[in-house]
């Protein structure tokens, strides 16, 4: 009997996961179920763009994985229980139960609206295709004059305020954030973002916190109010709640807490890769959500899965950070390099440049997806033992 992988979700994490394990293990031993809500691969790095009024490529996954033996179930994912080993998904044709021997956990994250009132009926965000499209819709509908007011401090933050001022120029947008934005980057960095921020006309209320959502604006902690015709949600993002609801061991967040090699720290057939995941990385702190991690968790736990699988040295170094990247609109970008433990460094790169590499990185990432078995050799293996353990590799 062929050994049961199943991996939960396609973004960036699941889809690599699904593909690399493609090329590390032989077809006759094991069967391989990707399932994903949405049938087309979506580049969530990009969705900013596409709330601003750009179209991106449609990239259908069953055409991305034909031929790699890996099968693609469109279907949410209702439930999970890891103690039977089975997963309860919706889909076209109804209900249906899918057992595994190993799975593979990529569901990724939402938005988190921390409980403040007002987000879920007045607020727009960009943490999924279809709520980027509804933005798209509302920000057509808007008049010359009228205020954008993006909240959040963030990468996703600045990126969207920047991208929707950029493709508007005739709305007033504004930002406000419970920090400072950007105040994390390096001297250079900040004043070259500064100077975009007056380049393209965007109002900054810097530690002002937003603690009531309207339909005419928000209200901070202060009592004041800030007006916008159009809230837009930035202010961080939170995991499904499917995790937690199963008895996986889970962060207070509700990320599947793993080990070293991306397994479960509470069950070992059961891997976490991407912002569901609460990993260490280099020096121990807590990996971050985001695309800087998606791939590298994916390359980790793909490997381990294999390793296991066939009885070889199981992969277990840190993961570490290499830069941060932040579009500043089409033309213009802010490259942070950073320490593997995610400090900033003086080293960057704005302007052009920049948004020439964070475009060449976005692009990389969505065609190694699109082309999940292409730049990993081809080393299938047999497996030895369903779920036999091998020694961990040393760094």
């Known amino acids: 009997m062929k050994h049961r992988i199943v991996v939960l979700g396609a973004g960036y994490a699941g889809a690599t996961t699904a593909g690399r394990l493609a090329k590390r293990l032989h077809r006759d031993d094991v069967q391989i ?89 007045h607020a727009h965000h960009v943490a999924s295709k279809q709520a980027a499209l509804r933005l798209r819709e509302r920000l057509s509908q808007l008049r010359t004059g009228e205020t954008v007011l993006v909240v959040g401090g963030g990468l996703t933050s600045i990126e969207a305020a920047t991208e929707i001022a950029e493709a508007r120029p005739d709305l007033k947008v504004a930002m406000a954030a419970r920090g400072g934005v950007g105040d994390w980057l390096d001297e250079k960095a900040q004043s070259h973002l ?18 009531r959502v309207t339909e005419d604006g928000v209200t901070t902690r202060s009592g004041a109010e800030i007006p916008a015709q159009l809230t837009v949600w930035t202010a961080g993002f939170a995991v499904h709640p499917i995790a937690a609801a199963s008895t996986l061991t889970v962060s207070e967040a509700g990320r599947i807490v793993v080990d070293a090699t991306q397994r479960s720290v509470s069950h070992p057939d059961v891997y976490a890769v991407g912002d569901a995941a609460h990993a260490a990385g280099v020096g121990g702190k807590t990996l971050r959500m985001g695309c800087a991690t998606a791939s590298p968790m994916a390359w980790l736990g793909a490997d381990a899965i294999a390793a296991r699988l066939t009885g070889r040295a199981v992969p277990d170094a840190p993961i570490g950070y290499n830069s941060q990247c932040i579009s500043l609109g089409r033309r213009d970008a802010i490259v942070q390099k950073v320490t ?14 920049a948004a020439r590499i964070k475009e060449l990185i976005c692009s990389g990432a969505a065609w190694s997806v699109r082309h999940p078995t292409l730049l990993v050799p081809s080393r299938r293996r047999r497996v030895v033992a369903t779920g036999a353990e091998a020694p961990v590799a040393t760094a």
């Open 340 to 353: 593997k433990e995610d400090q900033p460094t003086s080293k960057v790169d704005v302007g052009r440049k």
């Open 194 to 211: 500064r100077g975009a921020f007056e380049r393209l006309g965007i109002t900054v209320h810097e530690h002002t916190d937003v603690v």
């Open 33 to 121: 179920t990707l399932v994903n809500a949405d049938p087309d691969f979506v580049e969530r790095v990009r969705l900013h763009q596409l709330a601003a009024g750009q179209d991106l490529p449609v990239r259908p996954l069953r055409k991305m994985f034909a031929g790699t033996g890996v099968e693609v179930r469109i279907a949410w994912v209702d439930s999970l229980d890891v103690d039977r080993k089975t997963v309860a998904l919706i889909g076209d044709q109804g209900a249906e139960t899918l057992a595994y021997d190993t799975l593979v956990y990529a569901l990724g994250s939402t938005v988190a609206d921390y409980g403040v009132p007002g987000v879920v009926e």
